[in-house]
């Protein structure tokens, strides 16, 4: 019988494209990302949504930068994932990032559902949670970074405007690394729904699920994770016994960044009220959300947000690398 390291070797093997593999699935990975694969390296999914519109220009390529900077440091290789001319990307070059930074929100915010409409318009697009999370899998990169996810939106039972990167952590197979859910959201409404698409919610070194720009939601999470090991022999099992779901391992930001609650709360009523004279609904509300929250709060949200970012790509480039020591 095969020894469960010569197991996970093959099934190693079989995860990883060659670029030749790559480009007849139609999509271009950067050569750092195929040689990272291809020798069974630690590699960490980023998103670019979070780029073109979760954050202003320049601040959003300076953050982009220092997060991959921060992913390399830590040991592994960083892979933002774009639409470029309609060509999804896995890896992006400087040139590339600087490029989608200053396109911003001219840039097509892409989801699951905007994927093929993205590429036959050999448009622009920004992948977001859910879009990510399917090149990711598709390359076979288990570990991705991010600030926060979406989740259901308040009022979410009537509007039933629920983020698809819920139903993506549902059935596609990769570790989701984000600071919880934004109060923008239904935060226990976000967590029944997750139960119900059979995600695996974890908590970093806490039992709460945090908020964002607080480490509390007033949630408790069914699975708590002490360290990068905990979250691999996590993510390691998910895959051997091929539930085909997500997981979604939160963690709160760290205790000098957040801020102040009751500051946050009350900036977000008001962009709520904002959105809703306004009548800004559908993909458009997350956008609009986190920029009127920024300038409500003179620019503190912003600060946290990167700050939270920057602590989510330490702790997943770590998880990253546990999992392919996991795996030799
Ligand atoms: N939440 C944030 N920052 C973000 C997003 C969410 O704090 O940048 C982005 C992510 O790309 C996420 C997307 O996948 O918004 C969710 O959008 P929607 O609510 O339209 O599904
Ligand atoms: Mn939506």
Do not use: W
Not at 7 to 32: A, I, W, Y
Not at 121 to 136: E, Y
Not at 203 to 230: I, L, M, N, Q
């Amino acid at each position: 019988m095969a020894s469960s390291s010569a197991l996970s070797r093959l099934s190693n093997l079989h995860n990883h494209l060659n670029p030749t593999d790559s480009l007849s699935k139609g999509v271009k990975l950067s050569p750092e990302v195929t040689e990272a694969l291809s020798r069974g390296h630690a590699v960490v999914a980023l998103e670019s949504t979070i780029i073109s519109h979760g954050m202003p220009f320049p601040k959003n390529l300076e953050t982009a930068k220092e997060v991959e900077a921060i992913v390399r440091e830590n040991g592994a290789v960083p892979a933002t994932v774009a639409i470029l001319d309609g060509i999804p990307c896995i890896g992006l070059s400087t040139e590339e990032l600087e490029r989608l930074a200053k396109l911003g929100s001219k840039s097509q915010k892409t989801a699951r559902r905007d994927i093929a409409h993205v590429v036959a318009m050999r448009a622009n697009g920004a992948t977001t949670v859910s879009a990510t999370m399917f090149f990711a899998s598709m390359v076979g990169i288990p570990v991705f970074v991010t600030g926060g996810i979406g989740g259901v939106h308040r009022h979410g039972e009537h509007t039933m405007d629920i983020s698809s990167d819920l139903t993506e952590l549902g059935r596609t197979p990769v570790a989701v690394i984000s600071a919880g859910v934004k109060s923008i959201l239904d935060i226990p409404r976000t967590l029944e729904y997750l139960e119900t698409q059979g995600v695996c919610v974890a908590a970093y070194k806490t039992h709460e699920f945090p908020a964002f720009f607080t480490e509390s939601s007033g949630c408790k999470v069914p699975c708590r994770v002490d360290s990068p090991e905990d979250c691999a022999r996590l993510i390691d099992i998910n895959m051997k016994l091929k539930l085909g779901s997500g997981i979604l391992i939160s963690v709160p930001i760290p205790k000098e960044h957040t801020t102040s609650g009751s500051l946050i709360e009350s900036a977000i009523q008001s962009a709520l009220k904002e959105a809703r004279d306004k009548n800004i609904v559908g993909n458009a509300e997350t956008p609009f959300l986190l920029a009127r929250v920024n300038e409500l709060t003179g620019g503190m949200s912003l600060a946290s947000n990167i700050a939270l970012v920057k602590n989510n790509a330490l702790v997943g480039a770590r998880i990253s690398v546990a999992l392919s020591q996991l795996r030799q």
